[in-house]
């Protein structure tokens, strides 16, 4: 197990104090309403900062960037730079190793035609889990099925999650033969809230073994650091840590970045045109193209400045916390049963996500009935591919804008409902 000490070292209870006083009015959006909002692994709330950025774009001096040389033109293109530097920064990366993406999805999708179409060859294969966010298995699937268009059998591997929600390493390291292209992974798994960082096989394999971290929920939860996890590639999802939707980030390695092809060629992108075709030029811009979502770019630096301020190990902190709290509060509740994730694990630890089941009540069913009570909780399947188990549960997650008082009535209100069906 990592980043999870015995029970007994790291203290029974932890504490029990928001992260900051005051700290919930940056949020508007939790002040004007009694609801309880425990689905951030969704999205998250929104700080002020970031409401402001949006709305400044769009109210003042707004232009194109990386077009006009008139100032107001021009001081948004170093405004996106300066975001791209900070975004770097953020996760242990250099600049030019930063790609402003619409998305997670878009990310993900971004690896698998920029780099998986030109570098995978008949018989390669790549290392995924089933079970993981859809936006991490399509893709894959997706590519596989465009080059078997082109005579190419490129094979997915699938490999197993363990109780604790973890991917499994040694099924991973049975499963790694010499065509092993690419091992992808979900940092944080956005079900069950377990993090897998892969830190036991590094040195044990092939260094040319590219690995792929969908960060979409551990990115503004806890501190990731790319450099650390020695990812060649890495998502982000801006609103999932208090960005605006449509924006992300794919973190692309450098040594990485010979073996891509453009993604998007069109205006504003790094190719040339000569007598055989496209020429890729140079990273980052070699994988965007056309405008970029200036404000949700403009937003995710706003973002950037929140999470700084509050500081990335004392969001992380709150999170475990209220995940312990919530874990030992739902342990009391007759008929739950937890997904695989840390309420499985042997030791305290947790990141802000936990799923359950409730017997005698469907998922979809609980989700309607907890938000009748006011608590906003996500049920269903979650975007886990069609047919995996643990396909339907309640998810709640938290931030750092959540209270343990609100946590204590959370679990106060599932024990009610587990009488009242049991
Ligand atoms: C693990 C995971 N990957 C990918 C995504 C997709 O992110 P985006 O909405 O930015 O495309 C999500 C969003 O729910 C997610 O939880």
Same mark, same amino acid.
């Given at each position: 197990?990592?980043?999870?000490?015995?029970?007994?070292?790291?203290?029974?209870?932890?504490?029990?104090?928001?992260?900051?006083?005051?700290?919930? #009015?940056?949020?508007?959006?939790?002040?004007?309403?009694?609801?309880?909002?425990?689905? &951030?692994?969704?999205?998250?709330?929104?700080?002020?900062?970031?409401?402001?950025?949006?709305?400044?774009?769009?109210? %003042?001096?707004?232009?194109?960037?990386?077009?006009?040389?008139?100032?107001?033109?021009?001081?948004?293109?170093?405004?996106?730079?300066?975001?791209?530097?900070?975004?770097?920064?953020?996760?242990?990366?250099? &600049?030019?190793?930063?790609?402003?993406?619409?998305?997670?999805?878009?990310?993900?999708?971004?690896?698998?035609?920029?780099?998986?179409?030109?570098?995978?060859?008949?018989?390669?294969?790549?290392?995924?889990?089933?079970?993981?966010?859809? &936006?991490?298995?399509?893709?894959?699937?997706?590519?596989?099925?465009?080059? &078997?268009?082109?005579?190419?059998?490129?094979?997915?591997?699938?490999?197993?999650?363990?109780?604790?929600?973890?991917?499994?390493?040694?099924?991973? #390291?049975?499963?790694?033969?010499?065509?092993?292209?690419?091992?992808?992974?979900?940092?944080?798994?956005?079900?069950?809230?377990?993090?897998?960082?892969?830190?036991?096989?590094?040195?044990?394999?092939?260094?040319?073994?590219?690995?792929?971290?969908?960060?979409?929920?551990?990115?503004?939860?806890?501190?990731?650091?790319? #450099?650390?996890?020695?990812?060649?590639?890495?998502?982000?999802?801006?609103?999932?840590?208090?960005?605006?939707?449509?924006?992300?980030?794919?973190?692309?390695?450098?040594?990485?970045?010979?073996?891509?092809?453009?993604?998007?060629?069109?205006?504003?992108?790094?190719?040339?045109?000569?007598? %055989?075709?496209?020429?890729?030029?140079?990273?980052?811009?070699?994988?965007?193209?056309?405008?970029?979502?200036?404000?949700?770019?403009?937003?995710?630096?706003?973002?950037?400045?929140?999470?700084?301020?509050?500081?990335?190990?004392?969001?992380?902190?709150?999170?475990?916390?209220?995940?312990?709290?919530?874990?030992?509060?739902?342990?009391?509740?007759?008929?739950?049963?937890?997904?695989?994730?840390?309420?499985?694990?042997?030791?305290?630890?947790?990141?802000?996500?936990?799923?359950?089941?409730?017997?005698?009540?469907?998922?979809?069913?609980?989700?309607?009935?907890?938000?009748?009570?006011?608590?906003?909780?996500?049920?269903?399947?979650?975007?886990?591919?069609?047919?995996?188990?643990?396909?339907?549960?309640?998810?709640?997650?938290?931030?750092?804008?959540?209270?343990?008082?609100?946590?204590?009535?959370?679990?106060?209100?599932?024990?009610?409902?587990?009488?009242?069906?049991?």
């Amino acid at each position: 197990m990592r980043s999870c000490a015995p029970a007994s070292t790291a203290g029974s209870s932890p504490a029990r104090e928001p992260a900051s006083p005051g700290l919930r #009015a940056q949020f508007p959006a939790l002040a004007e309403t009694d609801a309880v909002y425990l689905d &951030s692994a969704s999205t998250t709330q929104k700080p002020l900062p970031v409401i402001h950025a949006v709305r400044g774009y769009h109210e %003042s001096r707004t232009a194109n960037a990386g077009r006009g040389s008139y100032p107001w033109a021009s001081r948004l293109t170093a405004e996106i730079e300066d975001v791209r530097a900070r975004m770097a920064r953020f996760v242990g990366a250099e &600049s030019d190793e930063i790609v402003f993406t619409g998305g997670a999805t878009a990310g993900l999708n971004a690896v698998t035609l920029a780099w998986g179409l030109t570098n995978l060859g008949d018989g390669d294969e790549i290392l995924y889990s089933p079970r993981d966010h859809a &936006s991490n298995v399509y893709p894959w699937l997706h590519l596989r099925q465009l080059l &078997s268009g082109f005579g190419r059998t490129v094979r997915l591997v699938p490999y197993r999650v363990n109780a604790m929600g973890e991917a499994d390493i040694d099924d991973i #390291a049975a499963k790694i033969t010499p065509r092993t292209r690419l091992i992808t992974v979900g940092h944080l798994h956005h079900v069950f809230g377990a993090l897998t960082t892969l830190e036991e096989l590094r040195g044990h394999i092939d260094p040319r073994i590219a690995l792929c971290f969908d960060c979409s929920q551990s990115g503004g939860h806890l501190p990731v650091d790319v #450099a650390e996890l020695h990812a060649d590639f890495a998502v982000f999802a801006a609103h999932k840590m208090f960005g605006a939707p449509g924006t992300g980030v794919l973190y692309c390695r450098r040594q990485r970045h010979g073996e891509l092809s453009p993604f998007l060629p069109g205006g504003n992108s790094a190719v040339t045109v000569d007598d %055989s075709g496209l020429r890729a030029g140079a990273m980052p811009r070699l994988l965007e193209g056309g405008t970029h979502n200036i404000a949700g770019i403009l937003a995710l630096g706003a973002a950037l400045r929140v999470l700084n301020e509050f500081g990335m190990d004392a969001v992380a902190a709150h999170n475990r916390a209220l995940t312990i709290a919530l874990i030992a509060g739902l342990r009391r509740v007759r008929g739950l049963e937890f997904t695989p994730g840390p309420a499985y694990a042997p030791c305290e630890t947790g990141y802000g996500i936990v799923s359950f089941t409730l017997a005698g009540i469907s998922a979809t069913d609980l989700g309607f009935v907890l938000s009748e009570f006011g608590f906003l909780v996500r049920a269903g399947a979650h975007c886990v591919p069609d047919g995996e188990p643990d396909a339907d549960s309640v998810r709640v997650s938290t931030h750092i804008y959540n209270t343990f008082d609100e946590i204590d009535r959370f679990t106060e209100c599932v024990a009610t409902i587990a009488e009242e069906v049991g």
